[in-house]
C-alpha cells in the first residue's frame, strides 16, 4: 500500500488516468440513479404484455428491499477485501440482474429478477463515494460535487424521458438492456485504469449481524411501503412487520458491539459529525423524494401540466441544487470551510417547504417554480456535503461502511417520506372530496388518492374542481410536515463542529479534532 506521499505524487502525476476513473464512476451512478425512472416509465407497457397486476408494486419494492438489505454490506466488503473488487462485483451483479430482467416471461421472473439487480445496486452508490473518498482529499472532493449533483438532475429529469422513448420505440426490455452497453463501458475503464491497494483481511464476514441488518431494514421497508396502502396502519400485519423490525435492530446493535469484524462498526457514531451527517441525510431523503412525488403530481392536478414532461417539471429545484452545489464545492475547496453550507441549506429547506404548503389552486407556475428554487438552493447545499463531512469523520479503514452507512441513512429518509408524506397526502384528499363532492367524491378516491390525467379528464366538472381543491389540501399538509421535519435538520447542522478536511494543509495544535478526522489522506495508487 503506497503511503500518502507517494499517493499524492500518484495522483499528481496522472491526472487524466483520475478523469477517466471519474468518467466510470459517474456512468455507474449514472446507472443506480436512471434505473427506477425508466423502469417506472415502463410499468403501463410491462404490465399489459405479462399481466401480474395485482403484483405490480413488487417490482420496484423488490429492486428497493434488495438495494436498502445490501448497502451497508457492500460497504463493509469493500473495507475489508478491497474497493474495487467489491464494486466491479456489484456492477456485474446489477448488470446479470438487468439481462434476465429484460428476459423475464412473467411478473414471477421480473420480480425475482429485479431482487437480483437490486442486490448489485445496493453496491454502485457506495461504491462511488467510497472510491472517490479513497482517491481525492476531502479538500478537494468539493471540486467534483457539481459533477455528481449534475449526474443526479440529469437522471431525475432525463429517467421518465428517457424510459418514454425507449419504451415507445424499442419496447419495454430495453429499459433493462440500456444499462448493459453503460454497465460494459464502466467496467472496461474501472479495470485498465483503476488501482487501489488490495486487502486481504483475516477476520470473517459477520453473517450473523448481516442477516439481522437485513430482516431489521427489510421489515422498515415493507412498512413504510405497504402501510396505509396495502395495509391499515393498525393493521395485525404491518404490527408484526414493526415488531420484527425493531427486534431485529436492538440485536443488531447488541450483536455489533460483540462481533469480531462488524457490519456496522458502532465506533463510528463516536464521532458527533458523522452522527449528525447521518441524521441531516435521513432528513434530506425524507425532504427530497417526497418533493420529487408530489410537486408533479400537484401540477399536473392543479396546473395542468402535461404529465409527458413529469421531469422538467422539477427543473426549477433541480437546477437551483446543481448550481448551489457546484458553489459550495468550489467554496468548499477554496476555503476548507463547510460548515456554513449545512447551516444554510437547512433554513432555505424549511423556508422553501413551508412556501411550498402555502400553494393552492391559483397558484402560477411561476410562483411554484421560485419556490421549488428555494427547496433546490437549500438541497444542493446538503446533498453532497452530507456525505463529504461524513467520510472526513471516520478512519480510512472505514470509509465504506461511512458511505454505505450514509447512503442507507438517505435512503429509509427517502422510504419513510414517502410514505408519511404519502398517507398525509392520501388522507386530506380523500377528506376533502368527501366534503366538496360528497358521496361521488368518495367513490373517485376510493381505490387511489393519486389519479392520472385520463382519469381525472373523464371526472365531471364539478368532481374535477373538487379534486384539484383535495389535491392542493393534500400537499400543503405534505410539504407543511416537511418543513417541520426540516427543522430538526436545522437544529443538527447548528451542532456541527468545523473540522479540518484532510488535505487542508497542517493542523493547528489548538484546532479541535473529532475522532482521525484531521489527519489523515487518501492512500491509494492511481
Same mark, same amino acid.
Given at each position: 500500500?503506497?503511503?500518502?506521499?507517494?499517493?499524492?505524487?500518484?495522483?499528481?502525476?496522472?491526472?487524466?488516468?483520475?478523469?477517466?476513473?471519474?468518467? %466510470?464512476? =459517474?456512468?455507474?451512478?449514472?446507472?443506480?440513479?436512471?434505473?427506477?425512472?425508466?423502469?417506472?416509465?415502463?410499468? !403501463?407497457?410491462?404490465?399489459?404484455?405479462?399481466?401480474?397486476?395485482?403484483?405490480?408494486?413488487?417490482?420496484?419494492?423488490?429492486?428497493?428491499?434488495?438495494?436498502?438489505?445490501?448497502?451497508?454490506?457492500?460497504?463493509? &466488503?469493500?473495507?475489508?477485501?478491497?474497493?474495487?473488487?467489491?464494486?466491479?462485483?456489484?456492477?456485474?451483479?446489477?448488470?446479470?440482474? +438487468?439481462?434476465?430482467?429484460?428476459?423475464?416471461?412473467? =411478473?414471477?421472473?421480473? @420480480?425475482?429478477?429485479?431482487?437480483?439487480?437490486?442486490?448489485?445496486?445496493?453496491? #454502485?452508490?457506495?461504491? /462511488?463515494?467510497? @472510491?472517490?473518498?479513497?482517491?481525492?482529499?476531502?479538500?478537494?472532493?468539493?471540486?467534483?460535487?457539481?459533477?455528481?449533483?449534475?449526474?443526479?438532475?440529469?437522471?431525475?429529469?432525463?429517467?421518465?424521458?428517457?424510459?418514454?422513448? @425507449?419504451?415507445?420505440?424499442?419496447?419495454?426490455?430495453?429499459?433493462?438492456?440500456?444499462?448493459?452497453?453503460?454497465?460494459?463501458?464502466?467496467?472496461?475503464?474501472?479495470?485498465?485504469?483503476?488501482?487501489?491497494?488490495?486487502?486481504?483481511?483475516? +477476520?470473517?464476514?459477520?453473517?450473523?449481524?448481516?442477516?439481522?441488518?437485513?430482516?431489521?431494514?427489510?421489515?422498515?421497508?415493507?412498512?413504510?411501503?405497504?402501510?396505509?396502502?396495502?395495509?391499515?396502519?393498525?393493521?395485525?400485519?404491518?404490527?408484526?412487520?414493526?415488531?420484527?423490525?425493531?427486534?431485529?435492530?436492538?440485536?443488531? *446493535?447488541?450483536?455489533?458491539?460483540?462481533?469480531?469484524?462488524? @457490519?456496522?462498526?458502532?465506533?463510528?457514531?463516536? $464521532?458527533?459529525?458523522?452522527?449528525?451527517? $447521518?441524521?441531516?441525510?435521513?432528513?434530506?431523503?425524507?425532504?427530497?423524494?417526497?418533493?420529487?412525488?408530489?410537486? !408533479? #403530481?400537484?401540477?399536473?392536478?392543479?396546473?395542468? %401540466?402535461?404529465?409527458?414532461?413529469?421531469?422538467?417539471? &422539477?427543473?426549477?429545484?433541480?437546477?437551483?441544487?446543481? /448550481?448551489?452545489?457546484?458553489?459550495?464545492?468550489?467554496?468548499?475547496?477554496?476555503?476548507?470551510?463547510?460548515?456554513?453550507?449545512?447551516?444554510?441549506?437547512?433554513?432555505?429547506?424549511?423556508?422553501?417547504?413551508?412556501?411550498?404548503?402555502?400553494?393552492?389552486?391559483?397558484?402560477?407556475?411561476?410562483?411554484?417554480?421560485?419556490?421549488?428554487?428555494? *427547496?433546490?438552493?437549500? =438541497?444542493?447545499? &446538503?446533498?453532497?456535503?452530507? =456525505?463529504?463531512?461524513?467520510?472526513?469523520?471516520?478512519?480510512?479503514?472505514?470509509?465504506? *461502511?461511512?458511505?454505505?452507512?450514509?447512503?442507507?441513512?438517505?435512503?429509509?429518509?427517502?422510504?419513510?417520506?414517502?410514505?408519511?408524506?404519502?398517507?398525509?397526502?392520501?388522507?386530506?384528499?380523500?377528506?376533502?372530496?368527501?366534503?366538496?363532492?360528497?358521496?361521488?367524491?368518495?367513490?373517485?378516491?376510493?381505490?387511489?388518492?393519486? &389519479?392520472? %390525467?385520463?382519469?381525472?379528464?373523464?371526472?365531471?366538472?364539478?368532481?374535477?374542481?373538487?379534486?384539484?381543491?383535495?389535491?392542493?389540501?393534500?400537499?400543503?399538509?405534505?410539504?407543511?410536515?416537511?418543513?417541520?421535519?426540516?427543522?430538526?435538520?436545522?437544529?443538527?447542522?447548528?451542532?456541527?463542529?468545523?473540522?479540518?478536511?484532510?488535505?487542508?494543509?497542517?493542523?493547528?495544535?489548538?484546532?479541535?479534532?473529532?475522532?482521525?478526522?484531521? /489527519?489523515?489522506?487518501?492512500?491509494?495508487?492511481?
Amino acid at each position: 500500500m503506497a503511503d500518502t506521499q507517494t499517493a499524492e505524487t500518484g495522483a499528481e502525476k496522472q491526472p487524466k488516468s483520475v478523469r477517466v476513473v471519474l468518467l %466510470a464512476l =459517474m456512468i455507474t451512478m449514472m446507472l443506480a440513479m436512471l434505473d427506477n425512472m425508466i423502469v417506472g416509465t415502463a410499468m !403501463p407497457t410491462i404490465v399489459g404484455e405479462l399481466g401480474g397486476l395485482e403484483h405490480l408494486s413488487w417490482v420496484v419494492t423488490a429492486y428497493t428491499l434488495a438495494t436498502a438489505a445490501s448497502t451497508p454490506i457492500w460497504g463493509k &466488503l469493500g473495507d475489508m477485501y478491497g474497493r474495487k473488487g467489491a464494486f466491479m462485483t456489484s456492477i456485474v451483479i446489477f448488470l446479470i440482474g +438487468s439481462a434476465l430482467s429484460g428476459m423475464a416471461q412473467n =411478473m414471477g421472473e421480473l @420480480i425475482g429478477f429485479r431482487a437480483i439487480q437490486g442486490l448489485g445496486a445496493g453496491g #454502485l452508490m457506495v461504491g /462511488v463515494m467510497a @472510491i472517490i473518498g479513497d482517491l481525492i482529499p476531502p479538500r478537494e472532493r468539493g471540486k467534483y460535487q457539481g459533477m455528481m449533483a449534475g449526474v443526479m438532475a440529469l437522471a431525475m429529469i432525463g429517467g421518465p424521458l428517457v424510459g418514454g422513448t @425507449i419504451t415507445d420505440n424499442w419496447g419495454w426490455r430495453w429499459s433493462f438492456y440500456i444499462n448493459l452497453p453503460l454497465g460494459v463501458v464502466s467496467l472496461a475503464l474501472i479495470s485498465a485504469v483503476l488501482h487501489l491497494p488490495k486487502k486481504r483481511s483475516q +477476520s470473517r464476514i459477520d453473517y450473523l449481524g448481516a442477516v439481522l441488518l437485513t430482516v431489521g431494514i427489510t421489515s422498515i421497508v415493507l412498512v413504510t411501503t405497504w402501510g396505509g396502502t396495502e395495509y391499515a396502519w393498525t393493521s395485525a400485519r404491518i404490527m408484526e412487520l414493526i415488531g420484527i423490525g425493531v427486534a431485529s435492530l436492538i440485536g443488531f *446493535v447488541f450483536w455489533q458491539t460483540k462481533a469480531t469484524e462488524p @457490519i456496522v462498526p458502532l465506533h463510528i457514531f463516536r $464521532s458527533r459529525n458523522f452522527t449528525l451527517m $447521518s441524521i441531516i441525510g435521513f432528513i434530506t431523503g425524507f425532504v427530497m423524494f417526497g418533493a420529487t412525488l408530489f410537486l !408533479p #403530481l400537484y401540477q399536473q392536478s392543479v396546473q395542468g %401540466a402535461s404529465a409527458t414532461n413529469s421531469g422538467l417539471l &422539477l427543473l426549477p429545484m433541480l437546477g437551483a441544487m446543481l /448550481v448551489t452545489s457546484m458553489v459550495a464545492g468550489r467554496v468548499t475547496t477554496n476555503s476548507g470551510k463547510y460548515k456554513v453550507f449545512p447551516v444554510v441549506g437547512s433554513v432555505l429547506m424549511v423556508i422553501g417547504l413551508y412556501l411550498l404548503s402555502t400553494m393552492d389552486t391559483g397558484t402560477s407556475r411561476f410562483t411554484s417554480g421560485v419556490f421549488m428554487a428555494v *427547496v433546490g438552493l437549500g =438541497m444542493g447545499c &446538503l446533498m453532497q456535503i452530507t =456525505m463529504l463531512v461524513a467520510q472526513n469523520s471516520v478512519e480510512l479503514k472505514d470509509m465504506g *461502511v461511512a458511505s454505505s452507512s450514509t447512503t442507507l441513512f438517505r435512503t429509509l429518509g427517502s422510504s419513510f417520506g414517502v410514505a408519511i408524506m404519502g398517507a398525509l397526502f392520501n388522507s386530506r384528499v380523500q377528506d376533502v372530496m368527501s366534503e366538496r363532492a360528497g358521496e361521488i367524491g368518495s367513490k373517485i378516491t376510493e381505490q387511489s388518492a393519486q &389519479l392520472d %390525467a385520463a382519469s381525472l379528464a373523464k371526472l365531471p366538472a364539478v368532481a374535477r374542481e373538487a379534486y384539484q381543491h383535495a389535491v392542493s389540501s393534500g400537499t400543503h399538509s405534505a410539504f407543511l410536515l416537511g418543513a417541520v421535519v426540516a427543522v430538526v435538520a436545522l437544529v443538527a447542522a447548528v451542532f456541527v463542529k468545523e473540522v479540518p478536511l484532510k488535505g487542508a494543509g497542517p493542523q493547528k495544535a489548538d484546532e479541535p479534532t473529532d475522532g482521525a478526522a484531521a /489527519v489523515q489522506s487518501p492512500m491509494v495508487e492511481v
